[in-house]
Nanobody, 127 residues
Framework: QVQLVESGGGLVQAGGSLRLSCAASGRTFSSNAMAWFRQPPGKEREFVASIARTGPNTYYATYADSVKGRFTISRDNAKNMVYLQMNSVNPEDTAVYYC?????????????????WGQGTQVTVSS
């Protein structure tokens, strides 16, 4: 049974940093696209970042415009983990953050293209 479990959420002040982690179990995702989405209060789920493998040790990442230059997605295939480093956060980053994995190795920004989801972790940024 595939499971994705997020951790690292919490309360952070504006301008601060937070690192989210996603632990995958049940299968390996080393050759699959993985992503982070978020759902702000009262809004739809939105794409944050995605990463896919392009070679033995190379990856391609893409980001939503709202987080570009502030957030970094990375992965550790040996540990079956994916991370989201969040820097210079602001109150608009407040949301439940979800980890997602696809059955394909293509970076996509559409939630429906991902096959596995975690339960989410709350991130709250205070002003």
């Amino acid at each position: 049974q595939v499971q994705l479990v997020e951790s690292g959420g919490g309360l952070v002040q504006a301008g601060g940093s937070l690192r989210l982690s996603c632990a995958a179990s049940g299968r390996t995702f080393s050759s699959n696209a993985m992503a982070w989405f978020r759902q702000p209060p009262g809004k739809e789920r939105e794409f944050v970042a995605s990463i896919a493998r392009t070679g033995p040790n190379t990856y391609y990442a893409t980001y939503a415009d709202s987080v570009k230059g502030r957030f970094t997605i990375s992965r550790d295939n040996a540990k079956n983990m994916v991370y989201l480093q969040m820097n210079s956060v602001n109150p608009e980053d407040t949301a439940v953050y979800y980890c997602a994995a696809a059955n394909r190795n293509v970076v996509v920004t559409i939630a429906e293209r991902y096959d596995f989801w975690g339960q989410g972790t709350q991130v709250t940024v205070s002003s």
